[in-house]
Structure formats: structure tokens, C-alpha cells
């Protein structure tokens, strides 16, 4: 399956921006989606995961509370909204298509999007 992540960009800190993720050449709805970031010197983290039917979802504590995933199997694509945002949310933002929805771990995920910057200034 191939990735297209899209919407991140510069926003100051307390905005919002919503991040996409738009699937094709495979069968959506049997993966579970999470988002992951990577910030400059960093290693790739977790961010947020939800099960293939969207009835279930789990964060990373740094983000509950203020991001939102979401998915639409008709549509193949996944979001995430993300509210409040803060600098230390400043990352390369990446969609990944996985088989375990209890996995965080990056070697859990076998593809992956191209990644799309989100810049919170202070």
C-alpha cells in the first residue's frame, strides 16, 4: 500500500492544523493507521494509532487530550487533528499502515508515508 501524508505546514503555537493521509494499491480498512513524528535530532515517536474499523484509538501522552485521529475506510484516508498546538510539537509528521493496533514501535508498521512538516512558532 502507498502513503500520501499532506497538510502540514507553520502555525503559531495554540492553532490547529489537520493532517491527512491518503492510502491506494491496497486493501485500507485491514490495517490498523498510526501517525508518528520526528523531531530534528530525535528518533521517530509515536503519536497516535486507530483500529481498522475506527472504533478504537490511542495516543501518546504528550498529544491526549489534544490530537484526534480519525479514519474513513469508504475514502481510504486517515487524519489526525491536531488542537493546541504547542512548539515542542514541531516535526516531520509520518502515516504508517501496520498490523497491530497494540504495537508502538516503529518496526510494528510496515508502510509508510513520505512524511509533511508541521512548525509551531512560539
Known amino acids: 500500500v502507498q502513503l500520501q501524508a499532506s497538510g502540514g505546514g507553520l502555525v503559531q503555537a495554540g492553532g490547529s492544523l489537520r493532517l491527512s493521509c491518503a492510502a491506494s494499491?491496497?486493501?485500507?480498512?485491514?490495517?490498523?493507521m498510526g501517525w508518528f513524528r520526528q523531531a530534528p535530532g530525535k528518533e521517530r515517536e509515536f503519536v497516535a494509532v486507530?483500529?481498522?474499523?475506527?472504533?478504537?484509538?490511542s495516543y501518546a501522552n504528550s498529544v491526549k487530550g489534544r490530537f484526534t485521529i480519525s479514519r474513513d475506510n469508504a475514502k481510504n484516508t486517515v487524519w489526525l487533528q491536531m488542537n493546541s498546538l504547542k512548539p515542542e510539537d514541531t516535526a516531520v509528521y509520518y502515516c504508517?499502515?501496520?498490523?497491530?493496533?497494540?504495537?508502538?514501535?516503529?518496526?510494528?508498521?510496515?508502510?509508510w508515508g513520505q512524511g509533511t512538516l508541521v512548525t509551531v512558532s512560539s
Open positions: 494499491g491496497g486493501t485500507f480498512s485491514s490495517y490498523v
Open positions: 486507530i483500529k481498522r474499523s475506527g472504533g478504537s484509538t
Open positions: 504508517a499502515a501496520g498490523r497491530s493496533y497494540y504495537y508502538r514501535a516503529t518496526a510494528a508498521y510496515a508502510y
